[in-house]
């Protein structure tokens, strides 16, 4: 899927960072409602024929955007970072992964996801999240410290990606006043407090 990508045109990829661009830039400014094909091709100083060479209309752009977004963290979360040391590395590596390339994408996230507008891209976040606390917690050993706790592997999923992706949230609401490492490090030690208590 990723390769795919590698090979488009970088026309094609310019266009559509412009428009990205835009609709990001139009969204501080205005309701999604209010954010038409005809504003966006003006803002992205570009012909609206162009938008309708890429796109459907505006779901199906931010349908598509959602799609990328996820796309990108999937592969940045997995990519290995050879220059962090193991002592920064925490507990969390994926976790690290996803807030260093939210906080790289500062504005872009904080506008999609903090502004509460773009349910797609909040919904299409929760959705990855749950699939990777669900690997987390389908591991063996987690497997039976949940047998152990009486706790549902459900609510502890569902518990857990709520709680992650409201964090994030308010992480970029403040301004990120933590860095992705040392928040990590406060998630993973809460994640141990939690198991500790009776």
């Known amino acids: 899927m990723g390769h795919a990508k590698d090979q488009v045109d970088p026309r094609i ?3 559509r960072r412009l428009l990205r661009d835009a609709f990001i830039e ?9 954010i038409s094909v005809n504003r ?7 012909n609206r024929v162009t938008f309708y060479l890429h796109y459907r209309d505006m779901p199906d752009m ?9 796309e990108d ?9 050879p220059n962090r040391s193991s002592a920064e590395e925490a ?4 976790m690290v992964n996803l807030l ?3 906080a790289e994408n500062f504005k872009f996230y904080k506008v999609i996801l903090a502004a509460k507008r773009t349910t797609v891209f ?3 976040l929760l959705k990855l999240l749950t699939k990777l606390i669900t690997e987390s917690v389908e591991r063996p050993g987690c497997e039976r410290d949940f047998a152990n706790s009486g706790i549902h592997k459900d609510i502890a999923i569902w518990y857990s990606s709520s709680a992650m992706i409201g964090t994030i949230i308010s992480w970029l609401c403040n301004d990120m006043p933590y860095t992705p490492v040392f928040l990590t490090k406060q998630l993973s030690l809460l994640h141990q407090y939690r198991q500790s208590k009776p």
């Open 13 to 15: 990829v310019r266009t």
């Open 26 to 34: 139009l969204l501080q400014e205005m309701e999604l409602e209010k």
């Open 40 to 46: 966006l091709a003006e803002r992205a100083t570009l």
């Open 62 to 70: 931010l349908d598509k955007m959602a799609d990328d977004m996820i």
């Open 73 to 81: 963290i999937t592969s940045i979360i997995h990519a290995p970072r």
């Open 91 to 94: 507990d969390w590596p994926l």
């Open 100 to 102: 260093e390339h939210i």
């Open 122 to 124: 909040t919904e299409r």
